[in-house]
């Protein structure tokens, strides 16, 4: 079985700059997760998706961050613009009804300079 | 507001002995606990989960407990490998459907096992 997709693995951008991090869930999920984890911290849940509806983004700073998930599948997560405090790495995470433990990607490491 | 601690930034073992990583939680919500390992460069991946309804876990050479009046949970695992070595993150959730994988995280415990 496939596990969780995220691509870019490292992305270097300029502050002001804007930023999008695509995610493959596992195969059937239709719960899907974007956790931010800066250097030193556990991850923050950002975002979550129920098929394609957002059921919690109450810790989403909503103002230069936004995230979609069209069809229930893939989703994207994108910053505009980006400040040096969004530094951090991004993973994706997905689960199944089935599951009572979410799954995580590799992450993409953001660097804001 | 930090929900859940993990208060020793790292921890080091001898190979063979046992490794103690220690969790604190303040939501009295949580009903779900979690610990999972993080390599350099990958995703944490899972490694035991305990519900509140226990106080022990066990699989293989990881056994979780909890003591939820102390709002504490602890990870044990015997006997330590070097392979072992990772970054341990404890987390918790409220049980059920789709929150399962709405998770608090601690900051995280680095485990070094020494041959």
């Known amino acids: 079985e496939a596990g969780v997709a995220q691509s870019p693995r490292y992305k270097i951008i300029e502050k002001r700059q804007s930023v999008a991090f695509w995610c493959n869930p596992i195969?059937?999920?239709?719960?899907l997760y974007w956790y931010q984890q800066i250097l030193g911290q556990g991850p923050k849940l950002l975002i979550q998706?129920?098929?394609?509806?957002?059921?919690?983004d109450s810790q989403l700073p909503k103002d230069r961050f936004s995230a979609e998930r069209l069809k229930g599948v893939d989703s994207t997560l994108k910053i505009q613009p980006a400040k040096l405090e969004d530094s951090a790495v991004y993973l994706c995470?997905?689960?199944?009804?089935?599951?009572?433990?979410?799954?995580f990607g590799q992450g993409t490491r953001l660097t804001v300079v | 507001d930090q929900q859940v601690k993990q208060n020793s930034p790292s921890l080091s073992v001898q190979e063979g002995r046992i490794s103690i990583l220690n969790c604190d939680y303040t939501?009295?919500?949580?009903?779900?606990f979690l610990w999972y390992k993080k390599y350099p460069a990958e995703g944490p991946t899972f490694l035991i989960s305990i519900s509140s309804i226990k106080d022990k876990n066990e699989d293989g050479r990881f056994t979780v407990f909890l003591n939820k009046s102390a709002k504490h949970l602890s990870l044990h695992i015997v006997p330590s490998q070097p392979g072992d070595s990772a970054v341990y993150f404890c987390a918790a959730s409220v049980a059920g459907g789709t929150s399962y994988g709405k998770l608090t995280f601690g900051q995280g415990t680095i485990l070094t096992v020494h041959p």
């Open positions: 939501n009295s919500m949580f009903d779900y």
């Open positions: 995470a997905s689960s199944s009804l089935l599951n009572t433990e979410a799954f």
């Open positions: 998706f129920q098929n394609n509806g957002v059921v919690d």
């Open positions: 195969s059937g999920h239709a719960t």
